[in-house]
């Protein structure tokens, strides 16, 4: 048998390391490995920045990949009864089904999940391909594949003779990030790894073992270390990138290798990392420091104005804000920039490519399924996340997180739960009595023009087909808002493309990796002035309140302790990067992915104060139409929807079962 599952193994993991994937990639209409002569694919920056475009090429559209996209795994938002029958990876997660990410055979195996490759053909045997097709990606196997793809760049660098310093320094560069990058992508998910820093031959068999979290990381930072010394801050900066000018922003630069140093580093000093390292359940306090020095570098550079890199500003509304993750009438411009009072302003920092077209799934998913979308079943965002959108004084709801509890000193009142919150709340979730569709054109959108959310005594027909509609009591509206459904049809090349990494993530990962490491939230890095609570408060501070003011910074109560801080510093990552793929590494690293509340999603009920005449047919005869939040409700309560039943091995997803069976250094993830 274990002879069996080696044969298996040479045509599934390594095969990707033994260079076997449907390529496709150009750069100036020059093809990897296009010329006649193999070594003039590195002669000089033209052909060999066309060897290295296939890189871009192997990063996943996590959030466009497949029909459904399920990369919120955390305690962010509730499936529907369809999920089972489609053997959705968001159910499977809950299930604990970790194995579901591995597809099966061309069906839904993987069921949304960009981790394994999916979409096989003839074509495309494997699944994966670095053409132009979104659903050929996936992160394991076009994680190794980059890898070996960087090596191979990396062993031919001397044969780059027709180029300047500047030119070599850019490959060598983007090749060293690449390395690190796929490496890092890795051990997230499936802890440490062998490094493979070098070309591995076909015929012999491998041996190398699999390293601590720790020891990966450091070699992941090394590479990265490398990169920031040889690449520009800008593409557009450097005679290299004239041939490109004004379509670089998505290619590698110094700011993208400092700012994943420090996530490496801030991910090997977090305290699952350091405990499947050998060390305690606490953080690491000497990789949180060398986390807070290498965002410190990109930080002083985005305060003295010498990067590129900006917060968006909030704009109307959010209207300026919401640009980094969707944009809509603009032609199909990738999201991650916005443009307000004629400045630029630029916060995502690593995409991937977006692969062409305008038509994302992304845009009708989370619509709620029978109402606004002909769709068989939606995701709804769960009561407990929605709870982490506090009020906008800067506390917290209240200090249990939950909903149905008043709180005097915040302000929460559960007859008025969606009065007075962080405007950030309004941007991302449809509540009760909120207006979800403009046309009167049929009766049936205006059956539907309001939410009817309550579920009491009374059941709305948001909520009363049970296998469809919401089962938590919210909509999600972060990707759909006002106007983007069925009825209004207000989509116009539409594009949701959600950054891996964007700047205020960035300002958090400071924040938390300075309070951590020096466990004082004073400490600055040596090279940024800032402390942690400056971090934070940046980030909240460029949210506006609607009379113009900044939205508050961290209340004094929670700045009497780093451990009491850090409470804050999770809620506030669950606010600003929701539904934005953080979560689950988040819980995971922070060892609260089993723990209460963590491992539960919850939905409301409710009545609403003057009660609604037809639930079918709605009369509307609430009191207020344009600020829903003004609309009085009754007998709320919080009930839980699912608890997972999760242990220890769920903090790491296990191997391919084939990938395991190779070698005995090659191991499977405990628990598996």
Same mark, same amino acid.
């Given at each position: 048998m274990k002879k069996y599952n080696k044969i298996v193994l040479c045509c599934g993991l390594f095969l990707f390391l033994a260079g076997s994937i449907t390529s496709c990639s150009d750069y100036l209409d020059i093809k990897s490995g296009a010329t006649g002569n193999p070594d003039d694919a590195y002669a000089n920056f033209r052909n060999f920045q066309g060897f290295t475009e296939e890189l871009y090429n192997c990063i996943p559209s996590f959030c466009n990949r497949d029909d459904n996209n399920f990369f919120n795994n955390g305690e962010e938002e509730m499936w529907q009864q369809n999920a089972t029958t489609q053997n959705a990876w968001v159910w499977n997660v809950d299930l604990g089904n970790f194995r579901a990410w591995v597809a099966n055979n061309g069906q839904l195996g993987a069921g949304g999940s960009f981790l394994d490759a999916n979409n096989t053909s003839i074509l495309v045997p494997n699944g994966?391909?670095?053409?132009?097709?979104?659903?050929?990606?996936?992160?394991?196997?076009?994680?190794?594949?980059?890898?070996?793809?960087?090596?191979?760049?990396?062993?031919?660098?001397?044969?780059?003779?027709?180029?300047?310093?500047?030119?070599?320094?850019?490959?060598?560069?983007?090749?060293?990030?690449?390395?690190?990058?796929?490496?890092?992508?890795?051990?997230?998910?499936?802890?440490?790894?062998?490094?493979?820093?070098?070309?591995?031959?076909?015929?012999?068999?491998?041996?190398?073992?699999?390293?601590?979290?720790?020891?990966?990381?450091?070699?992941?930072?090394?590479?990265?270390?490398?990169?920031?010394?040889?690449?520009?801050?800008?593409?557009?900066?450097?005679?290299?990138?004239?041939?490109?000018?004004?379509?670089?922003?998505?290619?590698?630069?110094?700011?993208?290798?400092? #700012?994943?140093?420090? %996530?490496?580093?801030?991910? /090997?000093?977090?305290? @699952?990392? +350091?405990?499947?390292?050998? *060390?305690?359940? $606490?953080?690491? #306090?000497?990789?949180? %420091?060398?986390?807070?020095? /290498?965002?410190?570098? @990109?930080? +002083?550079?985005?305060?003295? *104005?010498?990067? $590129?890199?900006?917060?968006?500003?909030?704009?109307?509304?959010?209207?300026?804000?919401?640009?980094?993750?969707?944009?809509?009438?603009? *032609?199909?411009?990738?999201?991650?920039?916005?443009?307000?009072?004629?400045?630029?302003?630029?916060?995502?920092?690593?995409?991937?490519?977006?692969?062409? *077209?305008?038509g994302q799934s992304m845009d009708k998913e989370y619509l709620c399924a029978g109402v606004l979308n002909d769709r068989s079943w939606s995701q709804y965002p769960t009561a407990n996340y929605v709870n982490y959108f506090g009020m906008n004084n800067g506390l917290p709801i209240n200090s249990a997180s939950k909903a149905d509890v008043d709180d005097a000193v915040s302000g929460y009142d559960t007859h008025y739960p969606w009065k007075n919150r962080d405007p950030r709340f309004y941007l991302n979730f449809g509540f009760d009595t909120r207006k979800m569709v403009n046309s009167t054109g049929t009766a049936q959108a205006k059956q539907y023009t309001y939410a009817n959310l309550y579920d009491g005594a009374k059941v709305g027909n948001y909520r009363s087909e049970r296998n469809k509609g919401s089962n938590t009591g919210y909509l999600l509206m972060k990707f759909d808002p006002l106007g983007f459904n069925k009825f209004d049809n207000a989509f116009n090349n539409h594009q949701i493309h959600i950054p891996w990494m964007r700047l205020s993530d960035v300002y958090l990962m400071y924040a938390e990796a300075i309070a951590m490491g020096h466990n004082n939230i004073h400490a600055t890095a040596t090279n940024f002035g800032q402390d942690a609570v400056a971090a934070i408060n940046k980030v909240r501070n460029r949210v506006l309140l609607p009379n113009g003011t900044p939205l508050p910074g961290v209340n004094v109560a929670f700045l009497t302790s780093p451990e009491i801080f850090m409470s804050e510093v999770r809620r506030e990552r669950a606010v600003e990067l929701a539904y934005e793929g953080h979560r689950f590494h988040d819980l995971r690293r922070w060892l609260l992915l089993t723990k209460y509340p963590y491992n539960i999603k919850t939905g409301i009920t409710f009545d609403r104060d003057i009660p609604e005449t037809n639930d079918v047919t709605p009369t509307n005869v609430f009191l207020d139409k344009v600020n829903p939040e003004n609309n009085k409700i009754n007998n709320l309560k919080e009930y839980v929807v699912f608890e997972r039943l999760y242990s220890d091995k769920h903090y790491w997803l296990p191997l391919k079962q084939t990938d395991a069976s190779i070698y005995l250094e090659f191991d499977q993830n405990p628990g598996w």
């Open positions: 994966l391909s670095t053409d132009n097709d979104k659903k050929t990606k996936a992160l394991w196997g076009g994680s190794w594949y980059g890898i070996r793809k960087a090596n191979i760049g990396l062993a031919n660098l001397d044969k780059m003779i027709d180029a300047t310093q500047e030119e070599k320094d850019i490959i060598a560069g983007q090749l060293y990030f690449f390395r690190a990058w796929f490496h890092l992508q890795i051990i997230t998910y499936w802890g440490g790894m062998p490094y493979i820093d070098q070309i591995l031959p076909s015929d012999q068999p491998l041996r190398f073992p699999r390293l601590t979290y720790q020891q990966t990381a450091d070699k992941i930072g090394e590479d990265f270390k490398k990169a920031y010394e040889l690449l520009p801050g800008n593409w557009d900066d450097v005679a290299a990138g004239n041939a490109t000018k004004g379509k670089n922003e998505l290619r590698i630069n110094k700011w993208m290798a400092t #700012a994943y140093l420090g %996530k490496n580093y801030l991910y /090997a000093g977090s305290p @699952l990392m +350091n405990k499947s390292s050998g *060390g305690g359940e $606490q953080y690491n #306090a000497e990789y949180c %420091k060398k986390a807070a020095e /290498a965002f410190g570098n @990109l930080l +002083n550079a985005v305060e003295n *104005g010498s990067c $590129q890199y900006r917060l968006l500003p909030w704009g109307i509304n959010g209207t300026s804000y919401e640009q980094v993750y969707r944009t809509n009438g603009q *032609g199909g411009r990738m999201p991650g920039s916005a443009v307000e009072n004629g400045v630029q302003y630029l916060e995502a920092i690593f995409r991937g490519p977006n692969y062409g *077209g305008t």
